[in-house]
């Protein structure tokens, strides 16, 4: 893989140039605009306004992108599946750190992966996408964000994001200031009345404010349609199951594209961008995604093998053209046999208990206390709620809600009661002895779990 990651940074280096170019340019002219002496003056606020974006991105973009997402950090016990394909996908990486799981809190079925470097790498995956997918599915898409993250994308698609950003910020606050600006402010006057040159500058001024955003964006979007197709190669080679990747691209493009907190900056990093809702059209040169049924076309396209040679020459079939999107270095004889699809890769759930999965797990998300009456009844209570009992409302039990309490005693001294006896395959809620809340999913099948406040270990047994 380093030739796909040393090809990513050159590309990413020929970019940030031709990017820079335009920013320097921008800031010259602007800056000439309003001054004779200005030309200078202005590349160095238009750099200084870029280095300041970047070092905010650097230290915080990560966060600042998951915060805006509504994505929420989760543990093991509140997904294990997704826990364990992702390890799974670390491993067929060889990729050094496990990065952070986030669900978003969102019906529509979507993915991204974030984080500047890569021990601080995460994937977040909306709740939708984790009731509509089957298990060979999510693989699928799991190991498309951990290509993302394997050929340094994540970190190209901040700092060219960034730069784009930049060069719009300063476009844009140019054009609205000499629209709405006093006439007698908007320029400079020349010591000799006017003449050729200033009026050159004004002309190249406006043009390049104009122009500027459009080739950056043009640049950006060119290069991230690349990336896409090449993590969607990797992914295949990661997973060994084109149709994964396929079919999951397939419902998810016909499903609902209406995620909630998304904006411009954001919607690339998105397996499909949520914001460009019309099938990406081939030839929309403002498209950050490739077409998804091309996509699509060109994974169900490939047989005999998995390899960076079958996902090219499956591209280059469908395509019709005989450009390379990998590396020629990375395109040698592999044997990577396509297997089969796994046998835990039931089709998901009916409607009604698929939108009772998506309940309990965004729930979960959000830190509802489940609990089980013994009357059978599954009781779930908000976070806020904060008193220490519940009454049944079928039986009328009074039940302890389960609460965090506050100790100062140093991890590892607590003496954890030694069990938990399950109730049944649900949602369920108990507390540590620390105080600590532990939650566990109908898909926790493990004999035990460890408490990260404590680090003690709960044996869990069923009833």
């Not at 973009?61 to 992702?86: C, M, R, W």
């Amino acid at each position: 893989m380093w030739e796909i990651i040393e090809s990513n940074k050159r590309k990413s280096l020929i970019l940030f140039i031709a990017m820079g170019v335009c920013l320097v340019l921008l800031g010259y002219f602007i800056g000439r605009f309003f001054s004779p002496d200005g030309g200078i003056l202005g590349i160095f606020i238009a750099a200084g306004i870029w280095c300041v974006l970047s070092i905010l991105s650097y230290f915080a973009g990560d966060h600042i992108v998951l915060a805006t997402s509504n994505a929420k950090e989760v543990s093991y016990d509140v997904h294990p599946q997704l826990f364990n394909i992702v390890e799974e996908m670390k491993i067929a990486a060889n990729f050094p750190y496990m990065p952070k799981i986030y669900i978003i809190d969102d019906l529509a079925p979507n993915a991204f992966a974030t984080g500047i470097k890569p021990e601080k790498s995460s994937i977040a995956v909306t709740a939708g996408m984790l009731s509509m997918l089957n298990r060979d599915e999510l693989q699928g898409v799991v190991a498309h964000e951990m290509s993302h993250i394997v050929n340094r994308d994540v970190l190209f698609v901040t700092f060219a994001g960034v730069l784009l950003g930049s060069i719009t910020l300063i476009s844009e606050t140019f054009l609205r200031g000499i629209i709405y600006a006093p006439r007698s402010s908007r320029r400079y006057k020349s010591d000799k009345g006017g003449g050729q040159a200033q009026l050159f500058i004004i002309l190249a001024a406006i043009l390049f404010a104009i122009l500027a955003p459009i080739l950056a964006r043009l640049l950006y979007f060119a290069i991230s349609r690349k990336r896409e197709y090449l993590a969607d190669a990797s992914a295949v080679r990661l997973t060994r199951y084109p149709e994964g990747l396929a079919s999951a691209l397939e419902k998810i493009s016909s499903g609902n594209f209406n995620l909630e907190n998304v904006n411009s900056v954001t919607a690339p990093m998105y397996i499909i961008n949520p914001m460009e809702k019309n099938g990406l059209r081939l030839s929309d040169l403002s498209s950050t995604h490739p077409p998804i049924s091309e996509r699509i076309h060109i994974l169900r396209s490939i047989m005999y093998g998995a390899s960076f040679q079958h996902y090219q020459k499956a591209f280059s079939d469908v395509k019709k053209i005989t450009v390379k999107i990998i590396p020629g270095s990375a395109l040698t004889e592999e044997t990577v046999p396509i297997r089969a699809a796994s046998v835990d890769s039931k089709p998901v759930a009916d409607k009604k208990e698929e939108a009772r999965n998506l309940g309990d797990l965004m729930m979960a998300v959000n830190k509802y206390v489940f609990l089980t009456c013994v009357c059978g009844l599954k009781i779930k209570i908000p976070p806020d709620f904060g008193k220490p009992k519940i009454q049944c409302p079928r039986c009328n039990c009074e039940l302890e809600v389960p609460s965090a309490k506050d100790n100062n005693e140093p991890a590892g001294v607590y003496t954890a009661s030694p069990e938990y006896i399950r109730q049944g395959n649900r949602w369920e809620t108990f507390s540590c002895s620390c105080g600590a809340l532990q939650q566990i999913s109908p898909a926790f099948s493990a004999s035990h779990l460890t408490c990260k406040v404590c680090g003690k270990a709960i044996q869990i047994k069923n009833q």
